[in-house]
């Protein structure tokens, strides 16, 4: 951030009355800007015994799998930003059936939060941003060429849960994130 | 926004190419400029039969009540981020037992992402964003008192849990959020 969103002059990093972390300040306006993290809502999708990845058709880490999942918009729950990726990455219809994890990557400033959920229909198809779509056997899930650190920790969770009958709820923290 | 944060030109609102919503585009350099939902973590803090409230000493809703909670930084885990709320507002040291509630606010664009806890004293103060702090028995939370409906919403579930004898994870949509 160089300048000032509101009025268009010059920002620098100070921290403000009250605060004790750096921010955007607005030489000129004195508007603070804050930076949050950001939510990446995802859906793993069921098919009988298989999950449903999707191969990236866009950077970071093109060419490797992911479940559906992307950053959530403003006007959506995080359960509707879940289901709009699976339906705009796989073209398939789910029904969210529990919240899985929930996964802080604090390095890049993002927090996964991603359901379970089974298929409506065995239909599904690459949406613009995937090269390809294909259900899994569990056993089959192809862990070295998975897209990122914390899709990864999800899946195993994943995987650990079904070994065990019962899905239980995963927060933790990702430190290790590698975003390309 | 009005102006580029990267090069100080003016925005104007307009959907990329590939994309379905309208962003905040520069004229001059092209960067897009997004804008996603925060998060709140927040900690329901418990002692004995009781649960720790703050009074807010800060707009919006000064003067009414809450649990600790506020804006997630980047460069933390939603748990470190309920932790440093709990301390900052009610000066308590808690154990986070269980993720308890994750309630969207669309229309503002909030995930409130809530946590269980329990104290580890009795030790409590107001933190300078709160005027007063306070332990409640359930039976005598200040229901017309609470700040916010995502905080009703959170300390009804709660109530109930404890009713009940287990704490259920609560994903949930609140679309009437007042801020102001």
Chains 1, 2 share one sequence.
């Not at 996964?112 to 959920?117: D, E, H, P, R």
């Not at 995937?130 to 995987?159: C, G, K, M, N």
Request: glycine share 6%.
């Amino acid at each position: 951030m160089n300048f000032c969103s509101a009025c268009g002059k010059p920002v620098s990093q100070k921290i403000p009355p009250g605060d004790n972390r750096l921010r955007f300040v607005c030489g000129s306006c004195q508007v603070i800007h804050y930076h949050n993290p950001k939510i990446v809502a995802g859906c793993i999708p069921q098919w009988e015994d298989q999950i449903l990845l999707c191969r990236r058709a866009i950077e970071p880490k093109s060419g490797l799998w992911t479940f559906p999942a992307g950053f959530m918009e403003i006007g959506e729950s995080a359960e509707q930003a879940a289901l709009r990726e699976t339906v705009e990455e796989a073209r398939a219809d789910v029904v969210l059936t529990t919240l899985h994890s929930v996964l802080s990557l604090p390095r890049i400033g993002q927090v996964y939060i991603v359901f379970a959920g089974k298929m409506l229909s065995k239909r599904f198809e690459a949406g613009i941003e995937s090269l390809e779509v294909q259900l899994f056997r569990l056993s089959d899930i192809p862990w070295d060429q998975i897209a990122f650190t914390v899709v990864s920790e999800a899946l195993q969770h994943y995987v650990e849960d079904v070994a065990r009958g019962s899905f239980t709820l995963h927060v933790a923290s990702v430190p290790d994130q590698i975003v390309s």
